[in-house]
């Protein structure tokens, strides 16, 4: 294929290397017919996938970071095994405004909490009246009572097999039974395990509704405010809006047959990556085709051109954020592997309605879609002569002292994270205090702050003595009790003076395996809520050392394909892993100054490193690829990258600020891991937007000059003239 770079009427070899049969190809979809027959099959295929689709498989929460390897996960599964494995504890906390609590109050809240919750008991078997010892209901359990008598507890056993919705239920029965007919001045919280599952559960309850319509509002304006046209707008909207809803459902069928989790994070992240690069990719699309209709009178051919040229690099985009998240597939973190499947095929359907159904659509309605803008044949493009002109001008006049500029400003936004700290406790995962969370306070003022989630210790019953005086020796260890086991194995409960999630908890965690590893024959596992925050801590540490290098190395051979240059893509990669590194302190200073949010969750900087390395290098991807293309027409280096900037800088500037905004929408989920990713990610894309790709890149092609395009410059690909 042939094109014609402005103002350079010689033919030229398509510089885009690997992907350039790409656009060929695709050019072949947007003909007179051709272009219906996308459009119908689009509507086909998408109709299926609504009727078809079905529901997601149930999920659940438990150990949802941790692979089976894990010794926490260990403990799980042995657990289940045991005849005390179906119990799962919810604790109310009674506590009075002032004095000690009422005694026969509680006692009373509790007979009606454990009454309320019968359907879901352990026992439910029996008659919903029966009584246990005293005549309380069946399942009570005698209150009790912290050393100022001014706290009490109690246990109210749930099954712990229940499916989200009824342990949801459950919970909501219990809350509502235990506060009826309190005195003034006592009040009841309810937390535990399933309380915070309770909890989650509500988080999300109408957030996929919440998330489609912040993010299609967000993208609609933006695209409004880009385009300035009545209905422009709204053909990327619905094409990217209808691929955002075929995903779900794709995901929705991925997770039934497979392991792939579709609870509410992953669908949530997954639709934004769909909006936020779907749309990118329209952008680019639509930019270069209203570019082209300015050369060419025909709107197919003119479609055919900007496939030609902006295809390559939609695809290198692309398929570098598809591999990067098909590398979470070698993660040991569960919740990191699902995200990585459905996020790539996210990305995979983004990418087929960008590329296949917008071309054909926007070529149904012609130029008058552009209307009161509309392109036309010898018009001049404004974007030669406008700002991102000026502005690759005045950065390539000055490029030492630009670059040295550029850089300092990244490392004082990098120093912020000098401090950065990695792990939430339970209580710290909401952005809005819920029930369980004030329960678990409570707790913890009264009573040793594990009580609520003591860990819990697996081993053969031959040694239940040994290893419960080993458990007993070490310091922190409260109380340690037989809570369950059969003749094979023994089941203990170890209470530990540390709060849940605590860098304190976890060094008592190791403590104390490593006391009743010690026992001889013992075979002994220790797991409970802070074992497994401990386990999935260290899954995460090892996901970050494995998986760093592959998305790197991923992004640099997806970069030697498209460019053929070793140089250009070992700059490239080191300027948007500054990009990280200058978000991530940035964003932690602001979290600790301004937001006053807890540490980073364990997943995080993995999942904030892959959208920002492998979504950040889409921007130098579509400024390069033309870079190349107007060095393929025989401009030298500085004129080929000042070009590029005034031809995309508008575009890129826009699709930079709409998936800033897209990834800020997850701020609508009161999670505060999924708030902290959409900071992060939503700073350092306009961070690489504004500064990286605008000023740092084309100051350091200007110092490079062609020895950026290295080994293979595009020039020596441009045929002889006739």
Same mark, same amino acid.
């Not at 707008?233 to 809803?245: E, I, K, N």
């Not at 060419?296 to 954020?321: C, Q």
């Not at 003022?445 to 239940?464: C, L, N, R, V, Y």
């Given at each position: 294929?042939?094109?014609?770079?402005?103002?350079?009427?010689?033919?030229?070899?398509?510089?885009?290397?690997?992907?350039?049969?790409?656009?060929?190809?695709?050019?072949?979809?947007?003909?007179?017919?051709?272009?219906?027959?996308?459009?119908?099959?689009?509507?086909?295929?998408?109709?299926?996938?609504? &009727? =078809?689709?079905?529901?997601?498989? !149930? #999920?659940?929460?438990? +150990?949802?970071?941790?692979?089976?390897? $894990?010794? *926490? @996960?260990?403990?799980?599964?042995?657990?289940?095994?045991?005849?005390?494995?179906?119990?799962?504890?919810?604790?109310?906390?009674?506590?009075?405004?002032?004095?000690?609590?009422?005694?026969?109050?509680?006692?009373?809240?509790?007979?009606?909490?454990?009454?309320?919750?019968?359907?879901?008991?352990?026992?439910?078997?029996?008659?919903?009246?029966?009584?246990?010892?005293?005549?309380?209901?069946?399942?009570?359990?005698?209150?009790?009572?912290?050393?100022?008598?001014?706290?009490?507890?109690?246990?109210?056993?749930?099954?712990?097999?229940?499916?989200?919705?009824?342990?949801?239920?459950?919970?909501?029965?219990?809350?509502?039974?235990?506060?009826?007919?309190?005195?003034?001045?006592?009040?009841?919280?309810?937390?535990?395990?399933? &309380? =915070?599952?309770?909890?989650?559960? !509500? #988080?999300?309850?109408? +957030?996929?509704?919440?998330?489609?319509? $912040?993010? *299609? @509002?967000?993208?609609?304006?933006?695209?409004?405010?880009?385009?300035?046209?009545?209905?422009?707008?709204?053909?990327?909207?619905?094409?990217?809006?209808?691929?955002?809803?075929?995903?779900?459902?794709?995901?929705?069928?991925?997770?039934?047959?497979?392991?792939?989790?579709?609870?509410?994070?992953?669908?949530?992240?997954?639709?934004?990556?769909?909006?936020?690069?779907?749309?990118?990719?329209?952008?680019?699309?639509?930019?270069?085709?209203?570019?082209?209709?300015?050369?060419?009178?025909?709107?197919?051919?003119?479609?055919?051109?900007?496939?030609?040229?902006?295809?390559?690099?939609?695809?290198?985009?692309?398929?570098?954020?598809?591999?990067?998240?098909?590398?979470?597939?070698?993660?040991?973190?569960?919740?990191?592997?699902?995200?990585?499947?459905?996020?790539?095929?996210?990305?995979?359907?983004?990418?087929?309605?960008?590329?296949?159904?917008?071309? *054909? @659509?926007?070529?149904?309605?012609?130029?008058?879609?552009?209307?009161?803008?509309?392109?036309?044949?010898?018009?001049?493009?404004?974007?030669?002569?406008?700002?991102?002109?000026?502005?690759?001008?005045?950065?390539?006049?000055?490029?030492?002292?630009?670059?040295?500029?550029?850089?300092?400003?990244?490392?004082?936004?990098?120093?912020?994270?000098?401090?950065?700290?990695?792990?939430?406790?339970?209580?710290?995962?909401?952005?809005?205090?819920?029930?369980?969370?004030?329960?678990?306070?409570?707790?913890?003022?009264?009573?040793?702050?594990?009580?609520?989630?003591?860990?819990?210790?697996?081993?053969?019953?031959?040694?239940?003595?040994?290893?419960?005086?080993?458990?007993?020796?070490?310091?922190?260890?409260?109380?340690?009790?037989?809570?369950?086991?059969?003749?094979?194995?023994?089941?203990?409960?170890?209470?530990?003076?540390?709060?849940?999630?605590?860098?304190? @908890?976890?060094?008592?965690?190791?403590?104390?395996?490593?006391?009743?590893?010690?026992?001889?024959?013992?075979?002994?596992?220790?797991?409970?809520?802070?074992?497994?925050?401990?386990?999935?801590?260290?899954?995460?540490?090892?996901?970050?050392?494995?998986?760093?290098?592959?998305?790197?190395?991923?992004?640099?051979?997806?970069?030697?394909?498209?460019?053929?240059?070793?140089?250009?893509?070992?700059?490239?990669?080191?300027?948007?892993?500054?990009?990280?590194?200058?978000?991530?302190?940035?964003?932690?200073?602001?979290?600790?100054?301004?937001?006053?949010?807890?540490?980073?969750?364990?997943?995080?900087?993995?999942?904030?490193?892959?959208?920002?390395?492998?979504?950040?290098?889409?921007?130098?991807?579509?400024?390069?690829?033309?870079?190349?293309?107007?060095?393929?027409?025989?401009?030298?280096?500085?004129?080929?990258?000042?070009?590029?900037?005034?031809?995309?800088?508008?575009?890129?500037?826009?699709?930079?600020?709409?998936?800033?905004?897209?990834?800020?929408?997850?701020?609508?989920?009161?999670?505060?891991?999924?708030?902290?990713?959409?900071?992060?990610?939503?700073?350092?894309?306009?961070?690489?937007?504004?500064?990286?790709?605008?000023?740092?890149?084309?100051?350091?092609?200007?110092?490079?000059?062609?020895?950026?395009?290295?080994?293979?410059?595009?020039?020596?690909?441009?045929?002889?003239?006739?």
């Amino acid at each position: 294929m042939e094109m014609f770079q402005s103002g350079d009427k010689t033919p030229t070899r398509d510089p885009h290397g690997f992907f350039s049969p790409v656009g060929r190809v695709l050019g072949r979809l947007v003909g007179r017919r051709a272009k219906w027959v996308v459009v119908v099959l689009a509507v086909l295929v998408s109709a299926a996938a609504f &009727a =078809f689709a079905g529901e997601p498989k !149930a #999920v659940s929460t438990t +150990a949802a970071s941790l692979p089976d390897s $894990a010794e *926490a @996960a260990q403990v799980i599964a042995l657990r289940e095994q045991l005849p005390s494995s179906g119990v799962a504890p919810a604790i109310v906390v009674y506590k009075a405004a002032s004095g000690p609590v009422d005694v026969k109050a509680v006692e009373a809240s509790r007979d009606s909490g454990v009454a309320a919750v019968t359907q879901w008991a352990p026992d439910a078997g029996g008659a919903p009246g029966g009584t246990g010892a005293g005549g309380a209901p069946a399942g009570a359990i005698p209150p009790q009572l912290s050393d100022d008598k001014g706290t009490a507890i109690v246990i109210v056993p749930l099954k712990a097999d229940l499916p989200d919705g009824e342990n949801s239920d459950a919970v909501a029965a219990l809350r509502t039974a235990v506060r009826e007919g309190l005195p003034q001045g006592l009040t009841a919280t309810v937390t535990g395990g399933p &309380a =915070f599952g309770a909890d989650i559960g !509500a #988080v999300f309850e109408g +957030a996929d509704i919440r998330l489609l319509g $912040a993010t *299609a @509002a967000v993208v609609a304006v933006l695209l409004l405010i880009t385009y300035r046209s009545p209905w422009l707008w709204l053909v990327p909207l619905t094409v990217v809006g209808t691929g955002d809803q075929v995903a779900s459902k794709a995901l929705t069928i991925l997770s039934r047959i497979s392991d792939v989790r579709a609870d509410g994070a992953v669908t949530g992240i997954t639709s934004v990556l769909v909006f936020g690069a779907g749309t990118n990719y329209a952008l680019l699309l639509i930019a270069r085709y209203r570019e082209e209709l300015r050369r060419t009178e025909d709107r197919h051919d003119a479609m055919r051109a900007a496939l030609g040229s902006a295809a390559p690099a939609i695809l290198a985009s692309g398929g570098t954020v598809t591999l990067a998240l098909l590398s979470l597939g070698l993660a040991d973190d569960p919740f990191a592997q699902s995200l990585g499947y459905a996020g790539a095929l996210g990305i995979v359907v983004a990418l087929l309605y960008a590329l296949l159904v917008l071309p *054909a @659509a926007m070529v149904l309605f012609g130029r008058r879609l552009f209307w009161p803008f509309v392109p036309r044949v010898g018009t001049l493009d404004p974007s030669h002569a406008g700002v991102w002109r000026r502005l690759g001008d005045a950065v390539t006049r000055r490029p030492v002292v630009v670059a040295v500029s550029s850089v300092a400003v990244l490392v004082v936004l990098a120093l912020g994270g000098l401090t950065l700290s990695v792990g939430q406790s339970p209580n710290e995962q909401f952005l809005k205090k819920p029930e369980a969370v004030v329960g678990q306070e409570q707790l913890a003022a009264a009573f040793p702050a594990g009580t609520s989630e003591p860990a819990t210790i697996i081993a053969k019953a031959s040694a239940a003595a040994a290893v419960t005086d080993a458990a007993k020796g070490v310091e922190g260890v409260q109380d340690v009790r037989k809570a369950g086991g059969d003749d094979r194995l023994v089941e203990l409960s170890a209470v530990l003076d540390a709060s849940p999630g605590t860098t304190k @908890a976890f060094d008592q965690v190791r403590a104390l395996r490593t006391a009743v590893h010690a026992v001889p024959g013992a075979d002994a596992l220790v797991g409970g809520s802070d074992a497994e925050a401990l386990d999935a801590k260290t899954t995460a540490d090892r996901d970050r050392v494995v998986l760093f290098p592959l998305i790197l190395g991923i992004v640099v051979v997806v970069l030697l394909l498209l460019l053929r240059s070793v140089v250009a893509a070992l700059v490239l990669v080191a300027t948007v892993v500054a990009t990280y590194v200058a978000s991530m302190g940035a964003s932690w200073f602001a979290f600790q100054h301004l937001l006053d949010y807890p540490p980073l969750a364990v997943s995080t900087p993995l999942l904030a490193f892959l959208f920002l390395v492998a979504l950040g290098v889409d921007y130098n991807i579509f400024l390069t690829t033309r870079a190349r293309e107007e060095a393929a027409g025989g401009s030298h280096a500085r004129e080929s990258i000042v070009t590029a900037l005034a031809v995309t800088g508008g575009v890129i500037t826009s699709a930079g600020i709409l998936l800033a905004a897209v990834f800020a929408v997850l701020g609508v989920l009161p999670l505060v891991q999924l708030a902290q990713i959409g900071v992060i990610v939503g700073f350092g894309v306009l961070l690489d937007t504004l500064v990286v790709r605008s000023v740092l890149v084309p100051a350091l092609v200007s110092l490079l000059g062609e020895r950026f395009w290295w080994p293979s410059h595009p020039a020596e690909q441009r045929p002889a003239r006739a």
